[in-house]
């Protein structure tokens, strides 16, 4: 379970940010007083347009980003408070995972593990079922810096899941891979949810949420300016499509 309470995160701003923002404003407020809960069993998807925030709420989130102000509870544990404990349960993907280039996929699998404290026979179970349903085995021996972006996001994915964590959070999960790949990133997310684990994703396709999400929140310019579950979302539309309906609420707060 994830419960976050009236986060707040402002990132002070250099003399060269305020001079690119065009702005005299010495911080930049990039999440405001947002509050939403994840349950187990369940998968929450957090939407909105470049900049709205996302990647900075799942950031803080998995104990990156330190908020201003507000609180966060992974499995009932606040992460500012004890974040190695919190941090144990958590498997946290973004685009921007550092993975070491001079390292195979094996190595950098078996070294989170390790990291993790993974039993062997766990590890070697879990690796096959991630190489399989990633596709990973005629790659697990090349380096890093040889490997092409969607073979990276792949090392990335399986690299988040070899401690099985009970909270997944994935930032844009299907980002520059191919339709194959992200067909099977889908099937792992919705594996995480029969499993019983607390999943949140961030998107802005709206196809990916239809088939997945149980619960969203759209998120803009930092708020959240809609959150229910998808049932709810898809029986009181006021357009034709989750799309037009996504763009309405969004201009609705602009
Ligand atoms: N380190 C930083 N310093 C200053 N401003 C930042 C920093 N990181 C993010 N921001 C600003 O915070 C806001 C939210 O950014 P964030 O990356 O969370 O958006 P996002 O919803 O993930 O966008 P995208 O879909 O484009 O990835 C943006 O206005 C961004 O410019």
New binding site residues.
Partial sequence: MIQVENIRKE?E?TKK?QKENNTKDKV?L??DDVSFECQPGRIFSLL??????????LRMLAGILKPTSGSIRINGIDIQKNPNEAKKDIGFLTGSTGLYERLTANEIIEYFSKLYGVSREDYEERKENLYTLLGMHDFQDKRIGRLSTGMKQKVSIARTMIHDPKVVIFD?PTSGLDVITAENIIKLISDCKTQGKTVIF?S?IMSEVDLLCDDLAI?HK?TIVHRSSMHEFRENMQTNSLTAEFIRVINENN
């Fill in positions: 990132f701003l940010q930049a990039a999440v909105g347009p470049n900049g709205a925030g996302k990647t900075t709420t844009e961030s802005h998120i930092g």
